[in-house]
């Protein structure tokens, strides 16, 4: 793993696969300016990276100061990185890690850590109804299967944990700490109304694996690209410049800096040269092209993602009502219904790194989303029947040539892994003017959000707001220790959920 997370890290590829949220393209996807080598009036900022953090910053400054001058360059077309490649899922799993931040940061930090995913989750459902984006904005339960007794076991402690130091109103349901569980080997449909199989009947799984315990909590699920670039579009109404298909390649000191009329960084680009008085990375996994610093502290993984169709005999609901996380020992599986226009859906389903030799170590280290896994693609798409059996599948087992394939779409992403498994936020060390929001690992969903607003703070002078975790914020001490720490030591990203 020290070998992978060493691999220098590269831009975004020019050819990536292409995701199945992304079609239709946002009108705005391949806005491209300012001219080539013209020399334009210095930025007051400048965000490297169109995702869902870059996206979030910009609203923020634009809505604190909105005389900002913004330009948010991209590498590719607009929200073509993680944030339009993800699952689509707000869902926090905040039990997954919370006795692990106790025993690290102690109770305080671990509830703040709690409440800011909760709250992330919230606003970003929040936000895309105030604004009328038409984005499937859906606050709902989730369900976590769960097939191995000692994980399951490891989460009824932590809920107690979290519910005892919880506020009384965080336990009412649909609050932070609601939480229902149901225990029982091979709890399926009959007992608690959820339709899934008694076992799991993937073929590519060697044990036998059985449910043993669910856990219900409140959630949701979104178009992560429609939200996005409907935000986006927000920002561009209040003057924000876009620059796509324009690799950023350096950050530089500009040494003539002497007055407010000459910006403090010069942005070396694939097209032309970009001076700001502030530059923002929301760059995630790719963040050590630009920051040799971070490099091992932060590391580029991939992930894989498919779109299936049920069968013609389904018996699901359509739309399930719940999003689900099948979890194992080594792993888990994340996955939401999309509702179609025709009254059917397909279901989303990305995970498998817990099913690779050595916890899927050949993922990380790569920016390489333009290619797949065949031992991944080969679980994947038969996750769906093994889990909820062939029956409530309702796929034939002699499919004609007529029958349309049950994977709709296959695709992957690139995310930030963290040795510590918490993002880095705030300025960057020995460079003034300069921040980063990344290092999601895999939870941008429920973080990302929240953090930019944080970020913003900081960034217009404001300070840290007291609600967002010490340990979330850049410094040199932390990503010197993640570096000596090892990546082989970091707290397992498939304790998380997308």
Request: hydrophobic share 35%; aromatic share 8%.
């Amino acid at each position: 793993m020290e070998a992978r997370a060493s691999i220098p890290v590269g831009p975004p590829i020019s050819n990536p696969l292409s995701s199945y949220w992304q079609t239709p393209k946002s009108p705005l996807a391949n806005v491209i300016g300012p001219a080539c080598n013209v020399t334009t009036t210095p930025y007051s900022h400048a965000i490297i990276g169109s995702g869902i953090s870059g996206t979030m910053i910009a609203y923020n400054i634009l809505k604190a100061q909105p005389d900002a001058r913004i330009i948010m360059i991209e590498a590719r077309e607009i929200c073509s990185g993680a944030t339009g490649r993800n699952g689509g899922h707000t869902k926090a799993a905040s039990y997954r890690s919370y006795l692990t931040h106790v025993e690290e940061f102690g109770k305080e930090e671990a509830l703040k850590i709690a409440r800011l995913e909760y709250a992330n989750i919230v606003e970003t459902h929040r936000l895309a109804e105030e604004l009328g984006i038409a984005c499937e904005n859906k606050i709902c339960t989730t369900v976590d299967v769960i097939y191995d007794d000692e994980t399951f076991e490891n989460g009824k402690k932590a809920i107690e944990a979290l519910r005892a130091d919880a506020r009384d109103e965080e336990k009412e349901p649909g609050e932070m700490a609601w939480y229902q569980l149901y225990e029982g080997r091979g709890i399926c449909e009959a007992d608690f109304h959820i339709p899934i199989g008694r076992t799991n009947g993937n073929p590519a799984v060697a044990e036998e694996e059985y449910p043993v315990g669910m856990i219900d909590y409140i959630a949701g699920r979104i178009h992560a690209y429609r939200f996005t670039t409907g935000v986006l579009k927000e920002c561009v109404k209040m003057g924000l410049v876009l620059s796509t298909n324009t690799t950023v390649n350096a950050i530089v000191p500009n040494s003539s800096h002497a007055d407010d009329n000459t910006a403090p960084w010069t942005l070396q680009t694939s097209h032309n040269t970009i001076q700001a008085h502030a530059v923002i990375l929301a760059t995630n996994g790719y963040t050590p092209y630009l920051l040799p610093s971070v490099q091992s502290a932060i590391v580029p993984m991939r992930g894989q993602i498919t779109a299936q169709r049920p069968g013609p005999k389904s018996t699901l609901p359509s739309p399930l009502p719940n999003t689900y996380s099948f979890i194992y020992r080594d792993g888990y599986e994340y996955m939401i219904p999309h509702p179609l226009s025709d009254g059917g859906q397909h279901i989303i389903i990305g995970g498998g790194l817990g099913r690779l030799p050595k916890s899927g170590a050949t993922e990380y280290g790569t920016v390489d989303d333009g290619s797949l896994n065949p031992t991944i693609s080969t679980y994947l798409n038969n996750t769906l029947t093994g889990y909820f059996g062939d029956e409530t599948w309702g796929e034939s087992p002699s499919p004609s040539l007529s029958t349309p394939p049950r994977v709709v779409q296959e695709w992957t992403g690139i995310m930030g892994a963290t040795t510590d498994g918490l993002p880095f936020v705030g300025a960057v060390p020995d460079m003034p003017g300069v921040w980063m929001s990344a290092g999601f690992n895999g939870h941008g969903m429920v973080l990302c959000l929240k953090s930019a607003e944080a970020l913003a703070s900081m960034l217009l002078g404001r300070g840290k707001p007291v609600w967002f975790p010490d340990s979330f914020v850049v410094s040199r001490e932390r990503v010197e220790s993640a570096k000596r720490s090892g990546f082989g030591g970091r707290r397992d990203m498939q304790s998380r959920d997308a």
